[in-house]
């Protein structure tokens, strides 16, 4: 068995990959929690098919970059769309946004308005890059599918990926085409890794499977196309390794996935977390419609558009230490909720790109990590929710009060000093052993039942840490009724 380096990195127990043993124990995912509307896109240039949506957090100020479009179906089945632009709020606190005056643009003959690109495209992911190297005049990075004035036009003539640079995040220059194969027709984005000093690029691919029936072919409910998720690494974007699909493991159940929103976790060195929308059709089971919101809509668009009608998503989620090997998890990270006026819907749970560490709103809290979410896309004007977690609160280690325990892989860890995220109940406790590399318990270095619900509680031992720092060691974590979201060595 090797030995991990953990350094003085923070170890969130989101999997397995540091347990050896384990007794009674599990890992548990835990829910968001859903706050205020924080924008809502009802301007007359904005309206009910507004998406693809990034917070960008740069200097004093976070950034919401947003496609704007309208959609219209008609009775006689046809459809019109007004023209795609790409628009900015910004926000000082992450929770009250308001529209940039960018006043570039006419729109409706109103030239006061937050437009910074009028092009008509369906996707733009943008990014603060955070590359040491990364050239001032490119410290914004943009994504979309065409790089010409139209979705599918492009300046040179091919449909693809095209990579848009710009110094203030306001004028976005096209840069080049990158020579990576996929269909893009979603929200892909790049990652800078600052461990492996290099980009990862996540874009939506597809293949054929049965077949090869068109999807759209409604008599024979065909279902030929399945959506999945690929990625590419560069070092500077002039060359290129292509890895493919994303790997989850033997035992994956497949299920297609539409954006990625695959985010490089910024409190500890080697996590990558992702919050994919599922695409779910259930033309089989359609009858459920009949008695769920917009159940006349879902009849109109089954039977002019096929799939637009009886298609639902979901958000799920998963980790990965690598960014290419992922855990994901067969269960919902979120879903459209209690049935409404508005959800349950071909369009709910395609996450707003960024994750956000900002100041509690209760007086006293520790940080919290935010998100978020669109809501009413496709039926009015879409409004953007704030959704938050505990620090490092997707996953823990947990054991119900009769008790369990968690042996851990050999690691190396520096510094003198040890910190917990952790939640008990009132009757609930965890007990951590540091042990030799055998497992076996050290003599000074058995805490006391620690209870309570704390994103940063030191851990005392009778004899110094210090003595340990650099030698292989394992922790023994026993735990009743107690959550257990990550640890680290100061």
């Known amino acids: 068995m090797g030995v991990y380096n953990l350094g003085s990195g923070r170890m969130v127990c989101w999997d397995d990959f540091l347990i050896d043993q384990n007794v009674n124990t599990e890992i548990i995912m835990h829910k968001p929690e859903k706050r205020e509307k924080v924008f809502e896109c009802d301007a007359s240039w904005e309206g009910n098919n507004c998406g693809y949506m990034s917070v960008v957090k740069c200097l004093d100020e976070y950034r919401l970059y947003y496609r704007v479009c309208n959609i219209v179906y008609h009775a006689n089945g046809e459809s019109t769309y007004d023209a795609q632009g790409i628009c900015l709020a910004v926000s000082k606190d992450g929770i009250h946004f308001k529209r940039a005056g960018i006043n570039k643009y006419i729109s409706d003959g109103i030239t006061k308005n937050n ?52 110094e203030n995040g306001i004028d976005f220059r096209l840069k080049r085409r990158l020579p990576i194969p996929g269909s893009f027709d979603s929200y892909n984005l790049v990652v800078w890794d600052n461990t492996t000093k290099q980009y990862f690029i996540y874009t939506r691919g597809e293949h054929t499977i049965g077949d090869g029936e068109a999807e759209f072919d409604v008599v024979k409910k065909a279902r030929s196309i399945f959506r999945e998720i690929r990625v590419t690494t560069t070092k500077d974007f002039e060359s290129f390794e292509y890895h493919g699909e994303l790997d989850y493991g033997k035992d994956n159940i497949p299920l297609q996935l539409y954006t990625n929103q695959v985010h490089r976790y910024r409190r500890a060195d080697d996590m990558f977390i992702g919050f994919p929308a599922r695409y779910i059709d259930r ?80 007086e006293g809290a520790p940080d919290e990590l935010c998100f978020y979410m669109p ?84 851990v005392g031992f009778a004899k110094a840490l210090s003595e340990l720092a650099g030698k292989p060691v394992r922790l023994r974590i026993a735990l009743r009724d107690c959550h257990l979201y990550s640890f680290k060595f100061n």
């Open 375 to 458: 809501d009413k896309y496709r039926i009015k004007s879409v409004e953007v929710y704030r959704y938050t977690t505990r620090l490092d609160g997707f996953f823990s280690w947990y054991a119900k009060y009769r008790g369990g325990e968690i042996l851990t892989k050999p690691f190396i860890f520096a510094g003198d000093e040890l910190e917990v995220n952790f939640a008990s109940s009132a009757l609930g406790d965890m007990v951590i052993t540091v042990c030799d590399s055998d497992g076996n318990g050290l003599e000074g270095y058995k805490s006391i039942k620690l209870f309570g619900d704390s994103v940063k509680r030191k």
């Open 115 to 166: 437009i910074i690109l009028n092009q008509g495209r369906d996707n733009f992911s943008v990014i603060y890059d955070e590359n040491p190297a990364c050239p001032p005049d490119e410290r914004f990075k943009a994504l979309s599918m065409g790089g010409g004035d139209g979705i599918n036009k492009t300046v040179d003539g091919e449909t693809g990926l095209y990579l848009f640079v710009s």
């Open 283 to 362: 033309w089989e089971d359609a009858e459920n419609f009949e008695q769920m919101p917009l159940a006349e809509r879902h009849a109109y668009l089954t039977k002019f558009w096929g799939r637009e009608g009886t298609a639902i998503s979901d958000c799920a989620i998963m980790t990965s230490r690598d960014g290419i090997r992922f855990n994901k998890w067969d269960e919902a990270y979120l879903t459209p909720g209690i049935e409404e006026i508005d959800n349950w819907w071909y369009g709910n749970c395609y996450m707003v790109y960024g994750l956000h560490e900002i100041p509690s709103q209760t």
